[in-house]
């Protein structure tokens, strides 16, 4: 399949959007990127885009710092890449795979970086693929590994299997009730780490969270994968039971809500991204349940919250905008992915 | 006032929940912006100064009561394939290079126990290493059941996995003694 995860239907079924898997691994040759000189790092970088590319034929180098700040934001927005990643002035690589679902980072805090996303439920199968990625690479050059610890990282909380595995979930009804008061507090004791994927902690847009695991060491991959499957679960039982007690006990209010958020969305001249994320998160809500009878929009519902950030909308728009433009450029493309 | 720079007004306010409990992060815009990876969003000053400062008293004598044992190394000892010191990975929250992991093994030894709550890799491994790393994690778990096997006075347990140890390590010098992590000296 060679469509970017967002784009396929899965997206728009249930509460996990997206499975993602990054693994973290040093090149023992050179020191780590905090001792990295630059003549050290143009040779990490080339050694490591071609042990990448030989590796496998599907990875496309990519000039990242040849980049406008636009197209840069464009990459962030999508997870592509990290902030980290473009911080500091050290040589560095990206590749990615054609359909941008497998990516490699090169010199971020940690010399190699590989990720893996999948569209729904697919944890395994992506670190399957990063696994897989991980194996060719290391044919070609040797990873600093240590016996008892496992992968060395240039930070401790990633020693071990370098594995951080990540669900990104979409949970409207526990973020109008118990969310942030006794989900997160109870949650996060089984080793879990969860926020907002846009915007700010307990409260992120469109109740849009990234649900990963803390610990990297002391449990294999597979184990690391389960225990997350297993709090995911119970999280989205939450959610699950959260819907239908609203359904049962306020469904006027349910019902005004997703109409609300579509009349707004299909009418408003003006619309900051927050107010966006929130309506359309209301709106995934109403064709889950059933709600929303309207015709569905030609893009799925994560790919619109994608599209009106503000690097999409200035990407897409060809030039920079102020915020004002933005919030009237994101008004005119909902109404008209809405309309059509 | 952001938390991070402390130069800019905080704009931006977020919480996240570790181990159940809250941890409040105000940062300004341009900080904000920089913190996406989820370990990063509660700064690692933040996790790893109690148990660093824990370190120092253990083993630096820092704060130690009077009339305490002297320290029981200097303070001052840098990594020797990077030259990174032990305070300044204090501060920095990263660590130089592979070596460091034994230039400051105590201390890391403490700080894997203490944030990932094991010391002990348990995933996938370089197939370079051959077979030879799961002979390694065969002997070290058959030796750990010989010591309980000897404090339970269960002699003929332990007889069984002495042999069974003798085996493994004979067989892991066929295969070429292929010793996945041969101390590891300077490199440069």
Known sequence: ?340 | MCNKCQKNPASVHMQQFLNGQKVELHLCQECAFKIDNPEMLVSLENIFKGILDQINTNFYGHSAAPGAPPPMRPPAKACSRCGMTFNKFKTGGRLGCDICYQSFSKEVELLLKNVQGSTRHEGKYPRRMGAGILTQRQVTELRAQLKKSIEDENFEEAARLRDCIKELEAQEKDLGGSTPNPPQGDER
């Open chain 1, 1 to 340: 399949m060679n469509t970017p995860w967002y784009q396929e239907a899965v997206t728009d079924e249930n509460e996990i959007l997206s499975s993602r898997v990054r693994l973290a691994r040093n090149i023992k040759k050179y020191p780590f990127r905090r001792k990295l000189s630059t003549t050290n790092a143009n040779d990490l970088v080339a050694e490591a885009t071609d042990a990448v590319t030989s590796a496998s034929g599907f990875f496309r180098p990519l000039d990242i710092g040849g980049l406008g700040k636009t197209e840069q934001t464009v990459f962030l927005e999508k997870h592509i890449i990290s902030p980290e990643f473009l911080n500091g002035n050290l040589p560095k690589g990206l590749l990615i795979s054609d359909n941008q679902n497998i990516s490699v980072m090169i010199n971020e805090e940690d010399h190699v970086r590989i990720q893996s996303v999948k569209a729904g439920d697919c944890l395994e199968n992506a670190f399957e693929t990063a696994s897989q990625i991980d194996d060719l690479i290391e044919e070609r050059v040797e990873f600093a590994f240590h016996t008892d610890y496992g992968y060395l990282t240039a930070c401790p909380t990633n020693t071990g299997t370098g594995l951080r595995a990540s669900y990104m979930i979409h949970l409207p009804c526990l973020s109008k009730s118990d969310m942030p008061t006794n989900v997160l507090p109870q949650i996060t004791k089984f080793g879990v780490a969860i926020r907002g994927i846009y915007g700010e902690g307990t409260a992120p847009m469109g109740s849009i969270y990234q649900i990963s695991n803390q610990n990297t060491l002391g449990k294999s991959e597979h184990d690391i994968i389960l225990g997350l499957q297993n709090v995911t679960q119970t999280v989205i039982a939450r959610e699950q039971h959260a819907r239908q007690k609203l359904l049962t006990s306020s469904k006027p209010y349910m019902e005004d809500l997703v109409h609300r958020a579509y009349g707004v969305l299909t009418n408003a001249r003006l619309i900051s991204a927050k107010e966006a994320m929130d309506l359309l998160s209301d709106i995934r809500l109403g064709y889950i349940t059933g709600i929303l009878d309207k015709p569905r929009p030609s893009k799925h519902i994560y790919q619109i919250m994608m599209e009106i950030q503000p690097g999409h909308l200035q990407r897409n728009a060809g030039t920079e905008m102020t915020e004002q433009e933005r919030d009237i450029t994101r008004a005119k493309y909902l109404r008209e992915i809405f309309e059509q």
